[in-house]
């Protein structure tokens, strides 16, 4: 049944060729340069991950704001997020810490239920809890 809400495009397109920087091209036509190299500024897929992490936490708080009428009060959300990688392979995060500030005239309760509900609305850091299921082929559908 249609709810008449738009849906956004979603999805992202990364390309590398043999020499120089990748890039990664979102399906909204947002580009952002991939960095590989340890010394080079720039977005690593790591950093990426990380980012939406970040980002989702942030915007969740403050529809949970919005959600709980208390827009008014809200200043800002500042996510944090930095991993810990495995030390035996495969390689991979382990660990997210994340640290959440809202800024806004909150008392301590009240700004523990906005994180609490941005963790609930956050669809990133919900899918790396769930163990998404990942299904790759060669493109070509094979």
């Not at 609490?116 to 070509?140: H, I, K, M, W, Y």
């Amino acid at each position: 049944m249609a709810t008449g809400a738009k849906e956004r495009a979603t999805g992202a397109v990364a390309r590398v060729e043999r020499v120089g920087h990748g890039e990664v091209v979102s399906a909204t036509g947002a580009n952002i340069e991939l960095s590989s190299a340890l010394s080079t500024p720039g977005y690593s897929p790591v950093d990426l991950m990380y980012a939406a992490v970040a980002g989702c936490l942030a915007l969740s708080a403050r529809i949970a704001a919005s959600e709980m009428h208390l827009l008014d009060q809200f200043v800002e959300a500042k996510v944090s997020v930095t991993g810990r990688k495995a030390k035996e392979p495969p390689r991979r995060i382990t660990h997210f810490d994340i640290a959440i500030e809202i800024v806004g005239d909150f008392d301590h309760a009240t700004k523990h239920a906005l994180i609490e509900r941005a963790e609930q609305l956050c669809t990133v850091s919900n899918t790396f809890r769930d163990s998404p299921v990942f299904v790759v082929n060669g493109g070509d559908g094979t």
